[in-house]
């Protein structure tokens, strides 16, 4: 699983010109499945996402947690944080979670994200097309790759 987190004040989500997802203070995360990821990935994951201290303390340094600080997190699904551009000019998808895989594996890490967080986490609508907007927050962006943990 790929995971780009960003530090955002507002963040939401479009389908349709309908919101579907809406915070202020937070986390945008963007998760991309691939066939290879398993529970495993999910939980160890979520886990960190929630515990990762990238929100401001009282000194100005990151040292908060969103957890610690009471934020919200929206979770998106995006295939195309698995594109290979090696050869040519159009990305290839092919490591991309087919969504018999993908669905199951991005419902579970948006529970395991709940239960670690403690309250609901929001959504995008999986395989829409949406329209996402935030406010990034510093800017503060992290990529995260499970398959790089070690």
């Known amino acids: ?14 389908v349709n010109n309908a919101v579907t997802a809406s915070i202020g203070k937070g986390l945008m995360v963007l998760v ?8 495993d990935d999910v939980n160890w994951l979520a886990k960190k ?6 929100f401001n303390d009282a000194a100005g340094l990151m040292n908060v947690s969103v957890k610690d600080d009471g934020g919200d997190i929206i979770v998106v699904s995006q295939f195309t944080l698995h594109a290979s551009t090696k050869k040519g000019n159009r990305p290839s998808y092919v490591k991309a979670a087919k969504p018999e895989k993908a669905i199951p594996c991005y419902e579970s890490f948006v529970n395991a994200i709940a239960l670690e967080l403690g309250k609901p986490v929001q959504t995008g609508v999986f395989g829409a ?8 927050d510093g800017p503060v962006t992290i990529v995260i790759d499970t398959k790089n943990r070690v």
């Open 1 to 14: 699983m790929i995971a780009v987190i960003q530090r955002v004040s507002s963040a939401s989500v479009q």
């Open 32 to 39: 991309g499945i691939e066939e290879a990821d398993g529970p």
């Open 49 to 54: 996402i929630v515990h990762l201290r990238i």
């Open 129 to 136: 097309d949406m329209k996402v907007h935030l406010v990034n």
